[in-house]
């Protein structure tokens, strides 16, 4: 059932299947040859649900942590104040790590955490979003595996959320307040 302000659903349950399903495997070809387990970091609170069902499709030994980073606070605009609220156990250094995000947006946030976790030398890093919004870069940050570009609004669902509600919604919608 579509829920009150979301004025539209964007990538239905189906589609977000499909996509975690292709992402995994483009992740399972590109590390076909590690040394070590990959070292798959979610930021959390977002990508929860995508990491869930991303390392399930994800055919290669694999160890999960996580960070929480703040950025947004309870708005809808980016604050551009990255904080690194919670890091992660595991020593990256000498390790393949693969980042996973829920959207990127104006790319602060992943370019912040990608230079924290490159000066700890690990032997590889790549990054993965679900969502890409494009049209409302400003950090310069490369996005080694893209789930779908979307236009910029402000969307929920799928682990997303507003003020930490809508979380749960199986869909992705954009939320109109
Ligand atoms: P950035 O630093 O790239 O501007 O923002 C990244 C973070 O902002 C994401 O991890 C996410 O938490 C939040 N964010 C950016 N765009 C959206 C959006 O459309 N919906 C929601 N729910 N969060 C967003």
Redesign the pocket.
């Known amino acids: 059932m579509q829920q009150p302000n979301i004025t539209q659903i964007l990538i239905s349950e189906d589609e977000i299947q499909q996509i975690v399903q292709r992402m995994g495997a483009e992740i399972t070809t590109h590390y076909s040859s590690l040394e070590k387990e990959l070292i798959v970091i979610g930021?959390l609170r977002?990508s929860f649900i995508f990491m869930a069902d991303l390392i399930r499709e994800i055919q290669a030994p694999l160890v999960v942590d996580f960070m929480t980073v703040s950025?947004?606070g309870d708005g809808t605009v980016?604050s551009g104040d990255?904080k690194i609220v919670m890091d992660v156990d595991s020593s990256l250094e000498g390790r393949d790590v693969l980042l996973v995000?829920?959207?990127?947006?104006?790319?602060?946030?992943?370019a912040k955490v990608v230079r924290m976790i490159n000066n700890r030398k690990p032997r590889s890093l790549k990054t993965c979003t679900f969502l890409n919004?494009p049209s409302a870069r400003i950090s310069d940050v490369q996005v080694d595996f893209c789930g779908k570009d979307i236009p910029d609004e402000?969307?929920?669902g799928y682990g997303?959320?507003?003020s930490q509600r809508y979380r749960e919604l199986p869909y992705v919608g954009i939320l109109q307040l």
């Open positions: 930021l977002g950025s947004y980016s990255v995000e829920d959207i990127v947006d104006t790319g602060r946030t992943f919004k402000f969307v929920v997303l959320d507003y």
